[in-house]
Structure formats: structure tokens, C-alpha cells
């Protein structure tokens, strides 16, 4: 990836700068995924076996952008503005060949495997998937001092995207190659308030709404052609309308003990619109309806208690639902937003003490998230969720001199056994990283 960022002072007091970007990644890898458990003997252990199933990635990304805003302060009267603006350009392109398994793999005996099964191979079926979009954005915000206690600020986006999918075919398939395209418009505007309510705290409000086209996370568009096990037409489907978010914000700042705390408080309500859709089964004319909300508080608080005590900890408490599911999931409507766990806590505190030695310590929480969106009692052999946690990290540093440090940090300090992710089907997982220690020095000079 390369950056060049230029910036140049007005005579004014304005600041314009631009910001040009181009990167490029790419993804080659092969992996095998643990699947089905046969238990020919269930009496047996030394009978039971999972299937092995390898599969690949092959995927190439390019991204261009330029940004060029302005920024500066000015009065109207006895109103100070700080504002901003700009436009931007933005290219962004993917390409995905597809990676197809030949053949099946030998099963794996479960509590004795073998180095020596056969790899099937992984190749190029010679389909592949690539897509692009092209966005002019532009966009202004200012921030009004109405009073030396009360500030409101404002801000409005515009961006006209394009974007283009072409679909390849394996070799030998039957189905021709095929195109798509989508252009449209965009807004984004955000408002909020601020009104200080002593020197050291204040109370603020904050609104914004945002919108999120079909095929925006993939680049890939499709025809809108029904699942045969679902109804629903993919979210990518060419001809629905943008996700439409709302999001509101209530909270309160504060510096406490002579500005040696800082605390925070905050209500906080999202709302996603037009996020499912579903084929009229006449017609076959997609209806795009559905709605999920996320609502909760979050406290925080940082702060040098002392010249050698450091603190910092934070807590969110989330509510998540369905408000509206697609009449073929039933089951959805009212359930929980999969991947939302309910609380999250973390803390942290430092403390220096004589001879150059700083020991800290601190934990994370995370309660449990669930994997499916679905209010229905099922017997799926999947993990049906990822468990709560809580580990304990650890560290102390000792400073040899002004210019040399040593450092060592020991994290999961229990040894805590917990999953740390896991894919939507509920049969690969990351486990979390055991305990295990870090020593490392620091020079200065």
C-alpha cells in the first residue's frame, strides 16, 4: 500500500490537504475443515472418525482513493464555526476464482490421525466471480459555538456509486457468463448537541443516519433468483433498496478528582431497515421490509489516579432483536442478533512502584453470543453459541535506565479454555490463545 498525504496552509487560517491512497492484497491458501463424526462402533472409540473436507481461497483486491477536504474557523456575529468539507474518490475492485475439491478425502480416525491420508486436491474449476465500485462522495460538517456552554454540529454526505459484477461459469458448464450493474445515490447526515453543564462535564445528543447499498461488502450483485431452501433472495440481489440505519446517542462527560478521572455514560439505539427480503410467490417479486434493533449503555472510565496509579475500565450492556422478520422465518421474529453478546467488560490498572518496577493487571469478560437468529428449540448437532469468558492478563515492566526497558506480559493468566470465534455453521472455531508469556525490551534514544 502506498499513502501520499499533502497539506497546505491558507493565508486564511484554512488547511486543505489531500490524501491518495493505492493498495493492492492478495489471498492464496488451502485449508481442511473438520466436519462430520461416523461412529461405526459407538462402543468403540477407537472406531470413530471425521470427514476431512480441504478447501481454498483464491482472491485478489485493488483499491485507489483520493481525498482532498478543507477545514478552518470563522464568526458569524457571536457564532464561531469550525467546519470541514471535501470531495472523494474512490475505486475499489475484487476478484475471486473459485476453488473446487477432486475427489473425497479419506476419514481421519478421531483420537489417533494419520500424517500420512492423501491430500485431495483443490483446484480451479475456472469460474470466477469479480466486481467493482466506483463512488464520488462529497460532504460538509460545521460545528457552532453558539455559546461558550452550547455547541451544535452538523454534517451532510453525498456519494453516487456504480458498480459493476461479472459472473465466469466452470469449465463445461452449460450456464453463459453474465453481467451486472447498479447505480444510484446515497445520503448521510448526522446532527447532535452538546451544553456543558460545569467547567468539567457536559450532556450530549447526537442523531445520524446512514445508508448501505446491496453488494457493498462483496462487490458481487445477483439477479434476485430465490433460494430453493429459504425464499429469500440473496442480500446482494441487484434491484433492493439501500439498508437504512438509524442511530441515536444520549451521554454525559465528566473529569472528576482535579482532572485525574475521566468517566463517561451513554444510551445508545441503532435501528437497520429494508434488512431482509423475500420473492412474492406469484409474481416472484421481491419485497424488502425487514427491521433489527440494538440498543444499550456503555460506561467508561481512564484516568491517573496518582502520579503512579493508572486505571481504565469499560462496560457495555446490549439489547438486541428482530423487530421484523421475512414471513418464511418465522421463528426469527423477536429473536436475538447472532454474534450479539449481551455484556462486555474490561479492565485494566497500572501501578509504579520504587526502583523503576510497574506491575498491572486486569481481566476481560464477554457473555455468551449466539450463533443462530432463531427464537425455534432445534437438536442441530452444532454449537449452537459461543460460551462466556472471562481471562486475566497480566504485566510488569522494570526500566534498567531513562533509555532501556524490559517487559513481560502474561496473558490468560488461568489458562482459561474458551472459544474466541466461530463460523456461521458451527463447525470451525478459533479457540481463545492459551497462556503464554511475552518478554520483550525497549530502547530508547
Known sequence: MLTVRIEHDLASGARLRNISRYGRSRQDFLVTGVFNANFPNPADPATWTVDLRPHGKEQRNEIISSQTSISGDFATGSVKHTVSGGIEFLYERQTNNTLARVGDQVPSNLYNPSMDIPFAPVLPDGSSTSGNTTTIGVYANDTLAITDRFEVTGGLRFDKYRTETTNIPATGATDPASSLSKTDLLKTWKLGALYKLAPNGNVYAAYGYSEKPPGSDTFTLNAGVPSATTGLVNANTFNLDPQEADSIELG???????????????????????????????????????????????????????????????????????????????TQQGAAINWSPELAMTAWTTYRLPYGLTVGGGARYLSSQQRQVNNAVTTTTSMP?????????????????????????????????????????????????????????????
Do not use: C, H
Open 252 to 330: 454525559t462527560k465528566w473529569n472528576l478528582l482535579g482532572n485525574r478521572l475521566a468517566v463517561t455514560a451513554a444510551l445508545f439505539r441503532t435501528e437497520n431497515r429494508n434488512d431482509l427480503a423475500q420473492p412474492d410467490a406469484v409474481t416472484g417479486e421481491i419485497t424488502q421490509f425487514g427491521k433489527r434493533r440494538v440498543q444499550g449503555l456503555e460506561l467508561g472510565a481512564v484516568g491517573q489516579l496518582s502520579s503512579d496509579w493508572q486505571i481504565s475500565a469499560g462496560l457495555a450492556r446490549m439489547d438486541t432483536e428482530v423487530t421484523e422478520a421475512a414471513t418464511t422465518q418465522p
Open 385 to 445: 453459541q459461543i460460551d462466556s469468558y472471562v481471562v486475566f492478563d497480566a504485566m510488569a515492566t522494570y526500566e534498567v535506565n531513562r533509555n532501556f526497558a524490559l517487559q513481560l506480559n502474561v496473558y490468560n493468566l488461568g489458562d482459561k479454555f474458551y472459544v474466541a470465534s466461530m463460523n456461521n455453521a458451527g463447525n470451525r472455531y478459533t479457540l481463545g490463545t492459551p497462556r503464554y508469556a511475552l518478554l520483550s525490551a525497549n530502547l530508547k534514544f
